[in-house]
């Protein structure tokens, strides 16, 4: 008897998690896995914030149902993330949120918006990006095309390379995925002047922004790292944001995020979320109440949104911290290695230099994890394994 499932073949193992997962297999007691993207603290482990333990004893002892949440989520959190990315720049009634499964549910969201809604768009992603920002958008039915991002000492932003082919190659009604502060993998933002630019050929192109909001405060600061976003929304009268809270409140496995959509008039919004609706109603029907329900009850409480700032502004200072002294330790390693441009990089990835060789005898000789375009995950560096770390980079590297 033939088996239908035969035909079925092996998909390769995600880039980032099936490094973790050797990770996990490797003995080594010395080992140290940079690749995944969360906060780890000075213990090596990823914190639950005291605001939200906090939080959840309040909702433990205030809940009375599991029922389910409506289809674009809590009221409360929803105006939460309204205030927290667009604060009075642009009026509530132009403005639809929807609370998602964390950032990747908005950005699926998203996607299926934009291929049943604007069948004609393509989406221009930067190169380098998250890895999973093409696979996301492509399995929407989206055509993805890339922009140049890294100029070629692979340090610094190329913005005349980026402005050139969104004027040059992007068509009116594409839209532009931008990283609203410290981007993935590289940690290279726009300066404020830079934003002013590419809001300019956005506006010039009329082109949809879909702005990726993961790290808002892990940048330099919860309302300067809005400051991008909204340069461009003051030129666009659309836009859509993706957002994220499993950083900044530290809430990975809760799956905590919204969509947002910016829409020209309050008529145009009111169709739009009802788009949204349906396309959420057809794949996750509504989102998880815990995650949403202790951003909102932080976000109530004024003493918890006090406490809650304290914690994020100790990992954004620690993060800058720990890029420093990584800096500083490499400078002292070896013949001496000037990795100085990190300090321009900001959030909780840096893209190293290295290449994929010495990237992969870093895990064969020394059991550290990085993945293979030689991004580090800053955050999960330890004050006191910097020394062994920086003496291994500089072995591959000689």
């Not at 809760?254 to 609706?277: F, H, I, P």
């Not at 959030?347 to 870093?362: I, K, R, T, Y």
Request: net charge negative.
């Amino acid at each position: 008897m033939s088996h239908r499932f035969s035909v079925v073949q092996t998909a390769p193992p995600d880039s980032i998690l099936g490094l973790t997962e050797a990770f996990n297999a490797d003995p080594n007691p010395h080992k140290m896995n940079l690749s995944v993207g969360v906060y780890k603290d000075e213990s090596g482990q990823t914190p639950v914030l005291k605001s939200v333990k906090a939080a959840e004893q309040k909702l433990l002892d205030g809940e009375v149902t599991k029922g389910y949440l409506s289809i674009d989520g809590l009221p409360d959190y929803r105006n939460d993330v309204r205030e927290l990315v667009f604060a009075d720049s642009i009026a509530a009634d132009r403005i639809a949120v929807l609370q998602t499964p964390g950032g990747t549910g908005a950005l699926r969201v998203a996607a299926d918006f934009m291929a049943t809604q604007l069948p004609q768009a393509r989406i221009w992603i930067p190169s380098p990006t998250w890895a999973n920002h093409a696979a996301i958008f492509a399995a929407a039915g989206l055509p993805v095309e890339t922009y140049r991002y890294l100029s070629n000492d692979k340090t610094s932003l190329d913005l005349d390379g980026m402005l050139s082919v969104l004027r040059d190659q992007a068509k009116p009604g594409d839209a532009v995925l931008l990283h609203g502060c410290c981007h993935n993998p590289t940690g290279v933002d726009p300066t404020a002047d830079d934003w002013k630019q590419i809001a300019a050929v956005i506006a010039e192109k009329n082109l949809l922004p879909l702005v990726d909001f993961a790290y808002q405060g892990f940048g330099d600061g919860l309302q300067e790292d809005a400051n991008g976003l909204r340069t461009v929304l003051a030129q666009v009268d659309e836009a859509m944001v993706c957002t994220s809270f499993s950083k900044n409140f530290g809430l990975y496995s809760e799956r905590v995020g919204a969509v947002s959509l910016v829409a020209g008039n309050a008529a145009e919004c009111e169709a739009s979320r009802s788009q949204l609706k349906r396309i959420v109603r057809t794949n996750y029907s509504n989102p998880p109440r815990h995650g949403g329900a202790i951003v909102a009850t932080i976000l109530a409480d004024a003493e918890l949104t006090q406490q809650w700032k304290s914690e994020l502004e100790a990992m954004r200072v620690r993060i800058s911290r720990l890029r420093e002294q990584f800096v500083e330790t490499m400078k002292s390693t070896g013949d001496g290695y000037d990795f100085s441009f990190l300090l321009r990089q900001k959030g909780m990835f840096s893209f190293s230099g290295l290449n994929p060789m010495q990237v992969d005898e870093l895990k064969s000789k020394h059991s550290v994890y990085i993945v293979g375009s030689g991004r580090i995950n800053v955050a999960g560096m330890n004050e006191s394994k910097m020394q062994p770390f920086c003496d291994a980079v500089a072995s591959v590297m000689s």
